[in-house]
């Protein structure tokens, strides 16, 4: 019996691993650019989900603020975005040990708040005949609508 070598790998823990990181690199889009850059990586370990960041400031930053908006997301339209069984996670940023010990707390502050402002505005014609694409733009909509919703007051 052949088998292709993509349903090889598909079927291979490490690949699994490897889509749930992509997965999760989708939550960055939550973030103010500055925290964006000063983020490390996302995992998950002992159900939560967990966000490494470069520096303290970043780390307060994202528990304060930026944690109820992902988990919010989650909640209510995880499942459109294929991040199911995420909901159920307490999310948390920390800083790495290591990037504590290189830390120069005598440094200036740095300029903390460098928002993104979607520019986009979720208007436009779906004129796609096939369903399953049609509900793909329908998403990406709500999402540009639930994304817009964090900056119109």
């Known amino acids: 019996m052949e088998q292709n070598i993509f349903s090889l790998l598909i079927q291979k823990k490490s690949y699994k691993k490897l889509e749930t990181l992509l997965k999760l690199k989708k939550l960055k889009v939550f973030m103010p650019l ?8 996302i995992f998950i370990k002992d159900s939560k989900l967990l966000f490494a960041f470069k520096d303290l400031w970043a780390c307060k930053e994202f528990n304060q603020r930026v944690a109820k908006e992902i988990s919010h997301f989650l909640i209510t339209q995880g499942h459109a975005c294929g991040l199911d069984g995420l909901d159920a996670l307490e999310i948390v940023a920390y800083v790495p040990k290591d990037s504590l010990e290189k830390a120069n707390f005598y ?12 520019s986009a505005l979720g208007l ?10 049609h509900e793909c733009f329908e998403k990406a909509r709500s999402l540009i609508h639930y994304q817009r ?5």
């Open 107 to 118: 440094a200036p502050v740095k300029k903390q708040a460098q928002f993104y402002r979607p």
């Open 34 to 41: 500055s925290l964006q850059k000063n983020l490390l990586f």
């Open 124 to 133: 436009f014609h779906n004129p796609i005949k096939d369903t399953r694409l």
């Open 149 to 153: 919703s964090f900056f119109e007051e």
